[in-house]
Structure formats: structure tokens, C-alpha cells
């Protein structure tokens, strides 16, 4: 019996609250989105223009860091045998224009730097240690470089992070302010019930949906470059490690 009552009491009464709120002087829909932005007072208003502008920067960083995730995979799948064919040939420029050619890849930009970085080494007349390990500090620079264009929008004072973790604030910011002006609007008219609060209420409540479907769509972006900028890092990782051994065995050759 508490069960029945309990299920009555969450099913049919947020259904006669949603009737209500759906109605407004006489039972008419006002819950368009242009009539509720035009019963909007300016500071909502205001408040739903900046989350408008923040959705619209975050769409904006999502194609780009798409576009250029996509990129930088496919150059370094035609990249990777490319370049490792010719260093195993002891071609040691041609590797490097096949870098060059490949400005997208992040793996061609990292190998490029300890390429030219070792070559410059190469024609003295001995390969040291410290000569080998300033190529592999090279790759390091390279490596925190592409890094750091990698994530480029992503985190920062204005970036998908932050868009994300503050839109859903924002929003709430302008639920209040709607929240505020509709009970305002009910002490002028000495108004009472739910029906003189409902059409204010649902217009702020605008706000916070819109914060909610800016927020949503940058976090989980947010989470899914951070994940392939990881998967980045540990590519170039061996990569800078696969070629200082590279790098030593050819001082090795070089030396005999």
C-alpha cells in the first residue's frame, strides 16, 4: 500500500505540476521559444546571449581540434613506414623531407626536430654522448611543443573546460534573476496561485537548459581530445625513443 502511494505520489503529481505550468492565464501555451524570449527581462536576456556566444566558441574549438586530430592520424599512418624505411636504408635526408612533406603529423614534426637535430651532429667527425643527448632534448622541446598545440582551446582562462564546468553556473545565474523578476511581477499585480508564477518560471528556467545543452556536448568533447591527446603523447614518446636508439646505433656505425 506505501509502495501504490508512493508511485502515485511521483507519477501523477509532477504530471499536475507539469499541467500547470504548461498553462497561464486561462490556459493558454505561451511556451514558444520566441514569446519567451520576449517576456525575458534584459539580464536574462543578457545571460542567455553569453551562453549563445560560449556554445557557439566551443562548437568552433570542437571542429577545429576535430579536423586537425583527424589530420594529424592520417599523416602519421603514411608517415610512420615512409620514414622508418628510409632511416633503415641509412637515408638519413630523405627521412627528413619526408618529415617536412608531413606538417600535420605530430609524429613527423617530432622526428623532424631530432632528425635535423642529429644531422647537424653528424658532420663532425664523432657522435659523443652529450651530442646524442642534445638530440634527444630536441625531441623533448618537439615533443612538448606539438603538445601544447595539440591541446590549444581545449583548457585554459576560455577554454572547453572551463566552458564546461561554468556554463551550467551561468545559466543558473539567469534561472535566478528570471526566478526574482516573476515574483516581483506577482507582488506589483497582487497576483496568487501557480498560473501567475508559471510563464515567469518557465522563461527563466531557459536559462538553465541552455546552459545544461552548452555544458554537456563541451565536457564530453573536452574528455574525448584529452583521451586522443594522450594516445598522442605516448605515440611520440616512442617514437623519440625508437629514433635516440636510432641515433646511437648510427654513432656506432659512424665510429667504426
Not at 634527444?136 to 601544447?148: E, F, G, K, P, Y
Amino acid at each position: 500500500m506505501l509502495v501504490a502511494n508512493l508511485a502515485n505520489f511521483m507519477f501523477v503529481k509532477p504530471s499536475m505540476a507539469a499541467l500547470l505550468l504548461f498553462q497561464s492565464g486561462g490556459g493558454t501555451p505561451r511556451f514558444s521559444l520566441w514569446e519567451m524570449w520576449l517576456h525575458m527581462g534584459w539580464p536574462a536576456r543578457s545571460i542567455a546571449i553569453i551562453l549563445l556566444v560560449m556554445s557557439a566558441w566551443s562548437v568552433g574549438v570542437m571542429m577545429d581540434r576535430w579536423l586537425a586530430f583527424q589530420a594529424a592520424r592520417k599523416q602519421s599512418r603514411l608517415f610512420a613506414p615512409v620514414v622508418a624505411g628510409a632511416l633503415r636504408e641509412g637515408k638519413l635526408d630523405e627521412a627528413i623531407r619526408v618529415a617536412e612533406r608531413n606538417k600535420k603529423s605530430h609524429l613527423a614534426k617530432v622526428v623532424n626536430a631530432g632528425l635535423q637535430e642529429f644531422r647537424v651532429h653528424e658532420l663532425s667527425e664523432e657522435i659523443s654522448g652529450d651530442k646524442i643527448e642534445a638530440s634527444r632534448r630536441a625531441l623533448d622541446r618537439a615533443s612538448a611543443i606539438v603538445h601544447a598545440e595539440l591541446e590549444r582551446g581545449l583548457s585554459g582562462l576560455s577554454g572547453l573546460a572551463t566552458i564546461g564546468s561554468t556554463a551550467p553556473f551561468v545559466g543558473l545565474l539567469g534561472t535566478v534573476i528570471g526566478i526574482i523578476d516573476a515574483f516581483r511581477e506577482i507582488q506589483g499585480q497582487n497576483a496568487t496561485g501557480v498560473s501567475a508564477v508559471a510563464g515567469g518560471i518557465s522563461e527563466a528556467l531557459v536559462t538553465t537548459a541552455l546552459g545544461l545543452t552548452v555544458a554537456i556536448p563541451a565536457v564530453m568533447m573536452f574528455n574525448y581530445f584529452t583521451t586522443k591527446i594522450r594516445a598522442f603523447d605516448v605515440e611520440m614518446d616512442n617514437s623519440s625513443s625508437e629514433l635516440v636508439d636510432y641515433f646511437l646505433k648510427r654513432a656506432a656505425v659512424i665510429k667504426r
